[in-house]
């Protein structure tokens, strides 16, 4: 994975990447990782409020909670995004959920997700004094290649532990004093909690279902990895040249298999050789069965690559018969019958 980007690396992008369109383009979208099918992560400058009053001392940083959520686990297009959000323990339910009305990112609208997002990124809020925020960015061209590895496949839900196990580790590493950590599940709750709390056990883990509504940290981590995500997808999209239709935006829609849109657009630009580009998971069964599946698709036969290595009784075998001796009876010199003796 690419290292993260830091604020100032990545301010420019919001300004230069999309001059026709509206969408906050967050710093945790870098546009030439994304454009070359790489993974990517970013984290927001730790607020001077939540470091340790001992340098090197994490103990004496005022105790946050950490929630994680992600966005796009399921779509043929576009990145898988996991979010991390933190912020001192007292302050999660007033300044998330009272002052900026933070939800499941779900049920916020596009605009109020962008607008919360922009204050995260703007230096003179209290969101940005107070909270820090990560994503990691697994692009559709890495979860598709680790999954269809031939040998040990590297399935969707270990990506995703692994990712979140990592984007944790790095907020401790840069000195965040987490003593909470909130997880939206993946798969039974149970079994995922007792594996985060191995991991990280100087703090309370709970793994809970809908923890995207329950808990104001994973609501702004949601918010995180959706508007990432949301606005991945459009550089994508406008990488290609393609116009937005009116009113109804991206060709391709949401990325997901369930959209007529998303499904009609993949069907109208499938190369008969190569497919799609960066944007498509092409482990996904939708990608799979539409490309081998269409008539005019190019079918490849790929040759087995010969390793080099021979077995021993190669080594044993007469040259003069054609090689249809006895593999070890010849290997001395010709056979011999009993008169010999």
């Not at 994975?1 to 026709?20: C, K």
């Not at 686990?73 to 959920?97: A, E, I, K, N």
């Not at 997700?113 to 969101?127: G, K, V, W, Y």
Request: charged share 20%.
């Amino acid at each position: 994975m690419d290292e993260p980007q830091t604020e100032s690396q990545a301010a420019a992008v919001d300004e230069t990447q999309l001059p026709n369109s509206d969408t906050f383009i967050p710093p945790s979208v870098p546009r030439d990782a994304l454009l070359s099918g790489a993974s990517s992560r970013y984290f927001s400058p730790v607020p001077a409020s939540l470091k340790p009053s001992t340098p090197g001392d994490p103990s004496t940083a005022p105790p946050c909670c950490l929630g994680v959520d992600e966005a796009g686990r399921g779509p043929v297009l576009g990145p898988m995004v996991y979010g991390v959000f933190y912020l001192p323990v007292p302050l999660s339910d007033p300044l998330l959920r009272t002052a900026h009305h933070f939800d499941d990112s779900k049920v916020l609208t596009p605009a109020v997700r962008s607008s919360l997002m922009r204050a995260l990124c703007t230096p003179s809020t209290d969101l940005h004094a107070s909270c820090g925020w990560a994503t990691a960015s697994l692009s559709a061209r890495d979860i598709a290649a680790n999954m269809l590895k031939p040998a040990a496949p590297y399935n969707l839900n270990a990506q995703a532990m692994d990712a979140t196990v990592d984007l944790i580790r790095s907020v401790y590493a840069l000195g965040v004093n987490v003593t909470e950590i909130y997880v939206d599940t993946i798969g039974q709750p149970a079994a995922y909690q007792a594996k985060l709390q191995r991991v990280f056990p100087t703090a309370r883990v709970t793994v809970a279902k809908r923890a995207d509504s329950l808990y104001p940290c994973v609501s702004a981590a949601s918010v995180c990895a959706k508007v990432t995500r949301d606005a991945a997808l459009e550089v994508l999209y406008d990488a290609r040249g393609e116009p937005a239709a009116a009113g109804e935006g991206m060709a391709w829609g949401s990325g997901y298999p369930s959209d007529a849109r998303c499904v009609g657009w993949m069907r109208g630009n499938m190369h008969p050789v190569f497919g799609w580009g960066a944007e498509c998971r092409f482990s996904w069964g939708t990608a799979k069965d539409m490309f081998e599946g269409k008539g005019d698709s190019v079918k490849v036969d790929w040759p087995v690559e010969d390793d080099g290595e021979s077995k021993l009784t190669d080594f044993f075998v007469s040259g003069d018969n054609g090689g249809e001796a006895d593999e070890l009876g010849t290997w001395f010199g010709s056979s011999t019958g009993l008169e010999a003796f």
